[in-house]
């Protein structure tokens, strides 16, 4: 089945509700044998707002892998399972920039989190974990990326703790608990990271909170594992060049729109160009991929290019993609987003537009696959 959408009106679908980004209101309606849902709230990840300006300006390459290791038990980190080693362990990061930083055994730390550096280089060891110990918090980061450059992080794995979260579980807010939090970073690779149980996103990726006119770029994630957030397996926000190699985001749900991957800026300073997601699947979300472009639309006029190859959805039980959100009100937002050889099996709706202005980016969806 091909299915391609290009027009110059909006998509010919009735709402009969309206959802806003920070309130999930599920909208149905039957048109022509689809099923069309307005867009819901990736929103914020808590920190501050950011009006940054687009910066297209070719990134730079990035660093040189280190070949001197340190162990971070050599900075006092205990990694017992039991004692809180945040302290320890920043300064482990911070006394092993441009050197390649071990993390063995079971880390446990606050919900103060990790900022890393530029030229840091963090490698987990088989089994090592940085988990979160009990806590009462909707907002935090687990490891911070923010305004820096070169930063390569392996086979980790971060644990959200939510079990452990006293938190009031809230399905229309408060969905600000972070795995990885990049904002405003350059040349940043994440290969096999493995993101549970934050109360919010496993990855969320947005312009800088301090530098406003910093738009993150070349950030690179393989095979990320995504279970058991709370909102979303990935949220980009804004960014250019960013790529993802077949991940895996997978039982997302208490926090809407609980999504695999949602795509959605917060504002017309965001930028969505050059993303690329390469056979991702998606597995017991509500939505598998959500692309939500409401707030984008503004004086700065923008250009789109979203491109997902071979993604498989199982069981959404709303929709395995879906486009929704653009109206232009007289901006210029351009572009294309694009999905390839999706495969729909045993989700609720397979491919969804709605609330969309034909005006803006095409959207073009290739060669589908549904199955039961």
Request: hydrophobic residues 35%; positive net charge; aromatic residues 6%.
């Amino acid at each position: 089945m091909s299915n391609i959408v290009k027009s110059k009106s909006y998509a010919n679908i009735p709402f009969n509700q309206i959802t806003t980004r920070r309130k999930f209101l599920t909208g149905l309606a039957l048109t022509g044998g689809s099923v069309l849902l307005a867009g819901c709230g990736g929103g914020s990840d808590g920190a501050s707002g950011s009006s940054a300006v687009v910066n297209d300006q070719a990134t730079a390459a990035a660093a040189v892998t280190p070949t001197v290791v340190v162990n971070a038990s050599t900075f006092g980190v205990k990694a017992d399972g039991n004692t809180n080693d945040r302290v320890a362990l920043q300064n482990a990061i911070n006394g092993s920039v441009g050197k390649i930083l071990l993390i063995s055994g079971q880390v446990r730390i606050d919900v103060a989190g990790l900022d890393l550096k530029t030229n840091s280089y963090v490698r987990f060891a088989q089994g090592a974990t940085i988990k979160l110990l009990p806590h009462n918090s909707t907002f935090y980061q687990v490891m911070r990326i923010w305004d820096v450059q070169n930063v390569t992080v392996e086979n980790a794995t971060l644990d959200g703790s939510k079990e452990l979260n006293s938190a009031t579980p809230n399905a229309n807010s408060g969905g600000g608990g972070m795995g990885f939090s990049i904002a405003g970073a350059t040349n940043v690779t994440l290969t096999a990271p493995t993101t549970i149980n934050t109360w919010g996103d496993g990855i969320y990726i947005a312009n800088s909170y301090s530098s406003k006119k910093t738009v993150p770029s070349n950030i690179n994630v393989a095979q990320h594992v995504a279970n058991g957030c709370r909102r979303q397996g990935v949220s980009i926000i804004s960014g250019n060049g960013i790529t993802f190699t077949s991940p895996l985001w997978e039982n997302i749900a208490g926090t809407n729109p609980s999504a695999g991957l949602d795509i959605e800026p917060n504002s017309n300073a965001d930028v969505l160009q050059n993303i690329k997601i390469i056979s991702p699947t998606t597995r017991n979300c509500q939505f598998g991929i959500d692309i939500y472009l409401a707030a984008l639309p503004g004086p700065i006029a923008k250009t789109v290019t979203i491109d997902i190859s071979n993604h498989t959805d199982y069981a959404a039980s709303h929709v395995g993609f879906n486009v929704s959100g653009l109206h232009l009100n007289g901006n210029t937002v351009t572009g294309h987003i694009a999905s390839n050889s999706p495969t729909f099996v045993g989700s609720k709706v397979g491919y969804a537009l709605g609330g969309y202005d034909m005006a803006g980016p095409s959207v073009e969806v290739t060669n589908i696959t549904k199955t039961k």
